[in-house]
């Protein structure tokens, strides 16, 4: 498998928020954040990871998808530089990258979505799944994002 600068930056993004995470997690204590790591797996809930040309389609698409029940969150990180390949040619771009939480029940839905309503030929999604976290934030996931 070669894998594509835009790939590497991902795998890179992705290995960095993991550590990070990892990092957080085993610093905090049990009073600053009330029943923080759940004991049951939590792959019901997903992480994508979408880039746009823009921040404000990366705006617009989170505002439709957070509003359509499809999301329960949106971050967006205003400015990423992506090296890839496309076309048989390197191409370096600035980009916005949206880091969206839903359930994993919805992915299908959400990435139908994303690429009927994005401007590139071949939109980035790519879904990460949720194995732990804070369980209150999981239930409010659950409150805002509806099984069906």
């Avoid at 600053?32 to 040309?53: A, F, G, R």
């Avoid at 400015?79 to 890839?84: A, G």
């Avoid at 839905?109 to 401007?119: D, F």
């Avoid at 934030?137 to 805002?144: H, L, Q, R, T």
């Amino acid at each position: 498998m070669i894998l594509t600068g835009k790939s590497i930056f991902v795998s890179a993004l992705l290995l960095g928020v993991s550590r990070r995470a990892a990092t957080m997690s085993a610093s905090m204590s049990v009073e600053t954040c009330q029943s923080n790591q759940t004991s049951q797996t939590m792959s019901h809930y997903s992480i994508v990871y979408v880039t746009t040309p823009t921040e404000e389609v990366a705006r617009m698409l989170a505002r439709e998808l957070v509003f359509g029940k499809l999301a329960a969150c949106a971050n967006i990180v205003p400015k990423v530089i992506s090296i890839y390949e496309w076309e048989n040619k390197i191409q370096e771009d600035s980009e916005a990258l949206m880091m969206l939480k839903t359930r994993t029940s919805k992915l299908d839905q959400l990435t139908a979505y994303v690429k009927a309503k994005h401007p590139y030929k071949v939109c980035e999604v790519i879904a990460v799944p949720i194995t732990g976290g804070n369980d209150m934030y999981f239930k409010w996931m659950e409150g805002v994002i509806p099984e069906k």
